[in-house]
């Protein structure tokens, strides 16, 4: 857990008196002197009150009133470690930048964009109230089909698969253009929920709905149709789960149809994988912006900015500073090879290079290291090599 996050999780800990420190919480030590006010007050009335009851009501009121005072400081404290930490966490305020959507033009983009989020991401009612507030116009057919792409996965949640079969049925041949397994995993699935849901073991109508249906994708998922058959013989489950095929029983293989349903039916409205306001958000807030801004100071301390206000660093050293931004799986949309030497990264031109040592440089350093005879020194290991003996490596 991030530390921001830690330091909220505490906070709230010690807000509810769940934390482990030793005084009661402020909701605790406020029920019992509100009791022990009740209880003086009863003796008052019932005039059962002595001479102690006054000095131990005092006693009571700044007991609980220290106990208070000592749960205030944890909490005061645990908001000044979140501040801290979230200092900590984003050293860099971001930059103010000039309107960017000022025109008319931009602006309607920006809303188009915003709309189509909401409609993506299956906010309908918040979709539809922003439209009508912005003015923006969206196809109603546009809006119909997101509507059915959400129907089709909330029937996949509850592993009803006919709909989203029927959809692929339909696109068959988009789905075959694509290499898409999206038809043969929603069978896939329904195949082992029928193994799984046997008990006792009758594995007839498994078999039965894979002869029917699976047997059509055999010359296309030959390995994986074979695995489906042997996994049989480890049946019941609890004897499947420890074998080979033990990944047949993962939720995983059903779960993970939402998304390559999602994937497919966007890519034949022709839109992207994923969804571009989110990805935004996730490098922009997820440190880009934040790391930009603090090249840029750099640079501009050492009088070396860059010429133009919409211009960013390119993978020239000599030039520009370089700036890396790692990025999660998701995000990554083609194998990318920076040469450790060089810091460039690699082309069709200047491929990456794997030595005899199994070290890996681009091709123009390869050959900037290489003597008259053709002999390298790796820059990382004592490893000498030929260069005509370096392969090219496909990532």
Known sequence: ???????????RAVSEGTSKGKNPSIEHSLDSLLQTLYQVKGRLEARTTTE???????????????????KQKEIYNAIARVGKAFDKTFPQALPAYDPLFSSDNAKSSLDLIIAMHFLRTGQFSTAETFIQESGVVIDATLRGKFEELYSILTALRQQDIQPALEWSRENREFLRSRSSPLEFYLHRSQYIRLLLACDPPDYQPALSYANATLRNFYAEHTAEFKRLMAC????????LERSPYADLTSPTVHSDL????AIEYCARLGMSRQVPLRVVG?????????????????????????SQSDELPVSRPRRHTRIEISLPPENRYHSIFACPVSKEQSTERNPPMMMTCGHVITKDSLQKLSKSNGRVKCPYCPTESSQANALRIYF
């Open 1 to 11: 857990m991030d530390a921001p996050l830690k330091d909220l999780a505490k906070l």
């Open 52 to 70: 102690d009851t006054f000095a131990l009501l005092a006693q009571t009121v700044e007991a609980r009133k220290k106990e208070i005072d000592e």
């Open 232 to 239: 049989v013989a480890y049946l019941p489950k609890n004897k």
């Open 258 to 261: 939402e998304s390559l349903f």
């Open 282 to 306: 996730d490098i922009g807030a997820g440190g880009a912006l934040a790391r930009i801004e603090k090249a840029r100071a750099v640079m501009k301390e050492r009088k070396s900015e860059w």
